[in-house]
C-alpha cells in the first residue's frame, strides 16, 4: 500500500540540542553538597546534550549526556536495530561528601593503612600530646562513586528476547572508622578504595 499516516511520529534523519548553564556556590559547605558536588566555593559550569540518528532500515544511535561539568555527571549512548538488537553503555557519578572540614594526625602508608608520625608522643590524654599541634592534616571524609554499565538486548524471536546487564562499581575516598583499644578511642580516617561487578542473564519468552 502506498498510504502513509501523516500523524504517526516517525522520524528519520539526525537531531540534537545542547545546554550550557552556570552555577555559583557562596561559601564551602560539604553537607550542601553532599550528593550533588557542589561542596566548594566559586563557580561550576553545567552542560548538558542530547540527539540521535535514524535510518529507513531501523538502525539507529542516541545519546544523552547530563551534568557534564559537575561531580554527578551521567551519560548513556544506545544503538540497535529496531526489533532485533539494542545495546547501551551507560556511566554516572556520585559523591558523598560527609565532612570537609576534618583534619588527622594520621598518615597513610604505601600500603593504603594508617599509622601516627615518627615523632609522635603517646599520652593518656590529648593534653599530653605535645606533637598533635604540629601533625594534624586536613582530610577529607567521604567517598566518589562511579558506575560504568553496558545492556544488551537481542530479540532472537517474535515472542524470545535474550538479554544481558554488565555492570561495574568503584568507590574510592576516605570513612570514619571508630577503633576502641583498652578504654581508649579514637577515629581514623580509613582509606576506601573497592570495586563491585554484577553480572544479569535472562531471557524473557511471551
Not at 153 to 168: G, H, I
Request: aromatic content about 10%.
Amino acid at each position: 500500500s502506498d498510504w502513509k499516516c501523516e500523524s504517526c511520529p516517525f522520524y528519520g534523519g539526525y537531531e540534537a540540542e545542547a545546554e550550557l548553564g552556570a552555577l555559583n556556590v557562596d561559601e564551602d559547605a560539604a553537607r550542601f553538597g553532599r550528593y550533588s558536588g557542589l561542596d566548594e566555593k566559586g563557580g561550576y559550569a553545567d552542560a548538558a546534550a542530547r540527539g540521535g540518528h535514524r535510518r529507513e532500515s531501523g538502525t539507529y544511535y542516541e545519546y544523552e549526556f547530563m551534568d557534564l561539568g559537575l561531580d554527578t555527571r551521567e551519560g548513556r549512548l544506545t544503538a540497535g536495530r529496531e526489533g532485533l538488537l539494542e545495546a547501551t553503555l551507560s556511566y554516572d557519578e556520585i559523591p558523598y561528601n560527609a565532612w570537609d572540614t576534618t583534619a588527622t594526625p594520621y598518615r597513610r602508608s604505601a600500603r593504603d593503612a594508617v599509622a601516627l608520625p615518627s615523632s609522635w608522643v603517646r599520652a593518656g590524654s590529648t593534653g599530653g600530646m605535645s606533637a598533635l599541634p604540629g601533625s594534624l592534616a586536613p582530610v577529607r571524609i567521604g567517598t566518589d562513586r562511579s558506575a560504568l554499565g553496558l545492556d544488551l538486548a537481542w530479540l532472537a524471536r517474535s515472542d524470545l528476547e535474550v538479554y544481558a546487564d554488565l555492570r561495574r562499581e568503584e568507590v574510592e575516598g576516605n570513612r570514619r572508622s571508630p577503633v576502641v583499644f583498652l578504654g581508649s578511642i579514637a577515629e581514623l580516617p580509613e582509606p576506601v578504595d573497592a570495586s563491585h561487578d554484577q553480572v544479569e542473564l535472562g531471557a524473557v519468552y511471551r
